[in-house]
Structure formats: C-alpha cells, structure tokens
C-alpha cells in the first residue's frame, strides 16, 4: 500500500559557496543508501554536471527547527564524504536554503535530549566544507 498522502521534504545539496542558510534544522537520519546508477550507469558519468562525487541517499525525520517541516519526512542525495561518521539511528543538523537546498550538515551530539535539541540547533553554526 502506498502512503502517498506522507509529505515528503526532497532536498537538494549544494555547496555553501558563501551563502548562510535560511533554516537550520535537526534530521533524524532513518536511512543511508547508495543511489541507483541509471540504466547502464549513465547517472554516474563524470560528464553530467549534477553528478555527486560518491553519493548517498539519505532519509529521514524533521525533528526540530523549521516548525512547518517538524515530523516531515526528508529526503536528500549529498557527498559521503559531507556525513562524516553519521551513521543511521543519528540526528544530523542541516542548513537550508528557502529554495530546499541544504547547504551545510554535521552530526549533532549523540546526547542530546528533546528538550535540549532547540536550544542546541539555536548555538549551531553552519560549517562551510
């Protein structure tokens, strides 16, 4: 059965590039995959300018920051290498352009607690990488 009716936040990534994010927001990470390659790998061509050095999906959860998007699910296609040691089962902060381009991402503490999580997502600062 589909759950078509589940909205569904589908980011794009982008480099900082001197920008400051619209939104900060903290994610819930629930899946990391590997994106499909296209028929014949045609998506992984180093000719397609949209193409991410070594790709990864990620899904998950708006759990705090941008109060329209609380509860959301999210979706995003960004560089491995910008997760760093996020894992699935982590929170991750994300700033975000108004467009829904995420422009920066880091792992929040893992001690976090509910209550603590606006206060810390306030302290955040976007790191540009």
């Not at 909205?7 to 982008?14: I, T, Y």
Request: hydrophobic share 40%.
């Amino acid at each position: 059965m589909s759950q078509s009716n589940e909205v569904v936040l589908d980011f794009k990534w982008e480099w900082p590039g001197g920008r400051a994010p619209d939104y900060r927001i903290l994610v819930r990470v629930d899946r990391l995959s590997k994106p499909g390659q296209g028929l014949f790998g045609w998506k992984k061509s180093p000719s397609l300018a949209a193409t991410l050095p070594d790709p990864i999906d990620l899904h998950g959860v708006v759990v705090a920051g941008h109060s329209g998007w609380n509860g959301k699910k999210l979706a995003l296609s960004l560089p491995k290498v910008e997760l760093s040691d996020a894992g699935e089962g982590d929170t991750v902060a994300m700033g975000v352009l108004s467009q829904g381009v995420c422009i920066c991402i880091e792992k929040a503490p893992n001690n976090l607690q509910e209550g603590d999580m606006e206060r810390w997502l306030a302290s955040w600062t976007c790191k540009a990488s």
